[in-house]
């Protein structure tokens, strides 16, 4: 029987694994699920085009032995994201077969899945390589199984072809050269979830009762509209277009300018938006920024405590010291303002660092950073015991430390909801 690893690791992600990948994550379970959908197909896809060649099958199975996707990591998934750090070990393990896989579309692919599913970037790279990881297990565990080379590996990862027609996202099959894959005539609906297609059988049975009814009540009409006089309705289609353009332009707004070069190139080609809040005051937001975010955990009645962490994106540091950049009180005076719109809400503020230099040191900075973010909300009106900040120092990476890209990612601060 042929090897499907999409609907295999699809099997293993259970609902119950979207929800703690969810809370890991700071996202809703329903964006969580739609990044799912859209990086699976696209891994595989990657490396279905990589093991083309006899020298790219060696370099999977070299990342697959050299990092050790055995299959373990499936027996003990659940395990995994009960811990924080288990989980964001994981990622930092598939940090190389990322790079290896994607190379320079990396940072691309993390953006386009983001912006398409409405996780965050961090969270979007964190999928990724989460996801990269439970894919390299299973052909690994499939390799384990039956001894394969290269060769037979080649073969496994060909026969995905079919099973991978029509689902990576047309954006990201442009950005990874695998616009071919989405043309091969092949059978879609095994990755349609059964229950979808359960409700377009019961809806074809339905279909001729329903037009019986609806053709009853537009006989009904008719007779009714024979002793009436006829009036004529002049539709004002101009203005409602008008105003449906309107809305539409008025979703997104200009990033808000600041005089910092440095934060205005990071929220340029952001995307903003208005927030009302409960007690009527309007925020300027970014759209799947901290704050969204924020709010998101806040809104959402099915979360009772939430013990995951949500970076600030627009909060800046004057090198290696504690101070705050000017420009960090945009996002300051919005986290005020949801604080002072959720009175019940408590926060707390975590400082992180890279591993380069003296760990003492870092820990003591790092704490620093989180007490400065928290003294910024308690001079602009939050109540002190609302508050707790906390230092962890390098621990807690959320990326590898090997790069640039990703210590500056782990140089960071984040904050959590206590209470709420």
Same mark, same amino acid.
């Given at each position: 029987?042929? %090897?499907?690893?999409?609907? *295999?690791? !699809?099997?293993?992600?259970?609902?119950?694994?979207?929800?703690? @990948?969810?809370? /890991?994550?700071?996202?809703?379970?329903?964006?969580?699920?739609?990044?799912? !959908? @859209?990086? *699976?197909?696209?891994?595989?896809?990657?490396?279905?085009?990589?093991?083309?060649?006899?020298?790219?099958?060696?370099?999977? *199975?070299?990342?697959?032995?050299?990092?050790?996707?055995?299959?373990?990591?499936?027996?003990? /998934?659940?395990?995994? @994201?009960?811990? !924080?750090?288990?989980?964001?070990?994981?990622?930092?393990?598939?940090?190389? $077969?990322?790079?290896?896989?994607?190379?320079?579309?990396?940072?691309? #692919?993390?953006?386009? &899945?983001?912006?398409?599913?409405? %996780?965050?970037?961090?969270?979007?790279?964190?999928?990724?390589?989460?996801?990269?990881?439970?894919?390299?297990?299973?052909? +690994?565990?499939?390799? #384990?199984?039956? +001894?394969?080379?290269?060769?037979?590996?080649?073969?496994?990862?060909? +026969?995905?072809?079919?099973?991978?027609?029509?689902?990576?996202?047309? +954006? *990201?099959?442009?950005?990874?050269?695998?616009?071919? /894959?989405?043309?091969?005539?092949?059978?879609?609906?095994?990755?349609?979830?059964?229950? $979808?297609?359960?409700?377009?059988?019961?809806?074809?049975?339905?279909?001729?009762?329903?037009?019986?009814?609806?053709?009853?009540?537009? =006989?009904?009409?008719?007779?009714?509209?024979?002793?009436?006089?006829?009036?004529?309705?002049?539709?004002?289609?101009?203005?409602?277009?008008?105003?449906?353009?309107?809305?539409?332009?008025?979703?997104?707004?200009?990033?808000?300018?600041?005089?910092?070069?440095?934060?205005?190139?990071?929220?340029?080609?952001?995307?903003?938006?208005?927030?009302?809040?409960?007690?009527? #005051?309007? &925020?300027?937001?970014?759209?799947?920024?901290?704050?969204?975010?924020?709010?998101?955990?806040?809104?959402?009645?099915?979360?009772?405590?939430?013990?995951?962490?949500?970076?600030?994106?627009?909060?800046?540091?004057?090198?290696?010291?504690?101070?705050?950049?000017?420009?960090?009180?945009?996002?300051?005076?919005? %986290?005020?303002?949801? /604080?002072?719109?959720?009175?019940?809400?408590? =926060?707390?503020?975590?400082?992180?660092?890279?591993? #380069?230099?003296?760990?003492?040191?870092?820990?003591?900075?790092?704490?620093?950073?989180?007490?400065? %973010?928290?003294?910024?909300?308690?001079?602009?009106?939050?109540?002190? $015991?609302?508050?707790?900040?906390?230092?962890?120092?390098?621990?807690?990476?959320?990326?590898?430390?090997? $790069?640039?890209?990703?210590?500056?990612?782990?140089?960071?601060?984040?904050?959590?909801?206590? !209470?709420?």
């Amino acid at each position: 029987m042929a %090897v499907n690893l999409l609907e *295999l690791t !699809k099997s293993a992600i259970t609902p119950e694994i979207i929800s703690k @990948l969810s809370g /890991l994550l700071g996202e809703n379970s329903s964006n969580t699920q739609s990044a799912i !959908k @859209l990086t *699976l197909p696209a891994i595989i896809g990657i490396l279905v085009n990589k093991s083309s060649s006899d020298e790219g099958a060696s370099e999977i *199975l070299k990342l697959i032995k050299d990092n050790g996707f055995g299959g373990n990591l499936l027996s003990n /998934l659940d395990t995994s @994201l009960m811990d !924080k750090n288990k989980f964001f070990s994981i990622i930092n393990s598939a940090t190389g $077969t990322l790079s290896s896989l994607f190379g320079e579309k990396l940072k691309e #692919t993390t953006n386009l &899945i983001s912006k398409d599913s409405g %996780v965050s970037s961090n969270s979007s790279s964190s999928l990724l390589g989460f996801l990269a990881a439970i894919v390299m297990s299973l052909i +690994g565990k499939q390799i #384990t199984g039956n +001894g394969m080379n290269s060769n037979s590996l080649s073969g496994l990862l060909s +026969g995905q072809k079919s099973y991978l027609a029509g689902l990576i996202p047309s +954006g *990201l099959a442009g950005i990874l050269g695998l616009a071919g /894959l989405n043309k091969i005539s092949a059978n879609i609906k095994e990755y349609k979830d059964k229950s $979808t297609e359960a409700e377009k059988s019961g809806f074809k049975k339905l279909l001729p009762w329903l037009l019986i009814g609806l053709g009853a009540i537009l =006989l009904f009409f008719l007779w009714k509209s024979c002793n009436k006089e006829t009036v004529s309705v002049k539709p004002k289609v101009d203005s409602v277009k008008a105003e449906v353009k309107k809305r539409i332009e008025q979703t997104y707004i200009a990033a808000p300018k600041t005089g910092d070069a440095l934060m205005d190139s990071l929220t340029g080609t952001r995307k903003f938006i208005t927030k009302a809040l409960p007690d009527g #005051t309007e &925020i300027i937001i970014a759209e799947n920024g901290a704050e969204a975010q924020l709010l998101k955990f806040i809104e959402d009645k099915n979360i009772s405590a939430v013990d995951s962490w949500i970076s600030f994106d627009r909060i800046l540091f004057e090198t290696d010291k504690a101070t705050l950049r000017p420009s960090s009180e945009y996002q300051g005076k919005n %986290v005020v303002a949801i /604080l002072k719109a959720y009175p019940d809400v408590n =926060l707390k503020i975590g400082g992180y660092t890279d591993n #380069t230099g003296i760990p003492q040191a870092n820990l003591k900075l790092s704490q620093a950073r989180a007490d400065a %973010v928290m003294n910024a909300l308690i001079k602009n009106g939050i109540d002190a $015991t609302r508050l707790k900040a906390e230092g962890f120092g390098e621990q807690f990476p959320v990326a590898s430390n090997d $790069t640039p890209e990703g210590r500056e990612r782990n140089r960071r601060v984040d904050v959590r909801i206590s !209470k709420k």
